[in-house]
């Protein structure tokens, strides 16, 4: 059976604050540690009052330092908003903090809007044409060092964290073939080329240091609850929230509904339904049988799972009968 882990935008639910949001990420974590879960990611946006990792090395530090042996890392941090040099510090110091279980992951998109990548960057330029270089310049610095290298990384060098490639599109599919690095397709926002993708990234792979063989980790929104109609209900929350930061109005993440008709219009509908169609929400039985269904037409060989759901208990719960559905699916093959 192939892995799960968990990627936690750190939801800000209405009426609550940021440092609500983070504490809730640290138990989610310890959770989803004691339940089996791979990996743990958190992702870097910003000016969005609904997202609290912003700092997301910050973040992965108070999460590593509360669990013991589940991964912790970035999906992603947004390689475009930083100098890699910066980055490899930042990362060194973490996996020399909590060495062996550490990961990097980068995208290249801003994470935010574009008044606020200027604040973030200060000058804007397409990122497709440094995206590569950064990536390449960021593995030297946490790579062993070089003869005449001037420029070190401390900490950072000679920790050979793992760098991740994260893409809702075929370039960077591209580019981790090329590279010959591990691949993660934000398919739970995006999922028109994600079969195109994971065929690219296939196909064009070429073997490196660092992996053998292509391996592609697909996100997927699974919502689980005792019953289908409670699933269906916690799961407004995310189509709530999506359908706001589509009109250019995002904000704390807003409570369940039992019903969204009157809310939004058939188009709307239409329009969030697809872009979450890569979503697997209902009872433990669906959520197994989708979750089969998904790894049996993706070929993926990890799932990286997110719930955007408004309490946190239930939020917990959802990933308890996840895990319970997993073990299920292993037994079974």
Known sequence: MIPFSVLDLSPVVRGATPGDALRNSRDLAIHAESLGF?????????NMTGIAS???????GYVAEATRHIRVGSGGIMLPNHAPLVIAEQFGTLASLYPGRIDLGLGRAPGTDQGTARALRRTLGPSDDR????????QRYLGPLQPGQAVRAVPGM?????????????????LAAELGLPFAFASHFAPDLMLKALEVYRTMFRPS??????YAMLGINV????????ARRLFTSQQQAFWNLRRGAPG???????????????????????????????????????LADFIARTGADELIITAQVFDHEARKR?????????ERMAQAA
């Open 158 to 174: 000679d920790t050979n964290v793992p760098l991740w490639l994260l893409g809702s599109s075929l370039f960077s599919a591209r």
């Open 252 to 290: 704390q993440l807003p409570p369940p509904v039992n019903s969204l008709d009157g809310v939004w219009t058939p188009m709307e509908k239409a329009q969030v339904e697809h872009a979450l169609s890569c979503a697997v929400v209902g009872s433990p039985t669906r959520v197994r049988d989708g």
């Open 318 to 326: 959802s990933y308890t009968l996840v895990a319970e559905q997993r």
């Open 54 to 60: 912003a700092a997301t090395a910050v973040v992965i």
């Open 131 to 138: 995206f590569p270089d950064d990536v390449l310049e960021l």
């Open 38 to 46: 791979h990996r743990y990611w958190l992702a870097e946006h910003h």
């Open 223 to 230: 919502v689980a609850a005792d019953t289908d109609d409670e």
């Open 209 to 214: 240091q660092t992996l053998a063989r292509p």
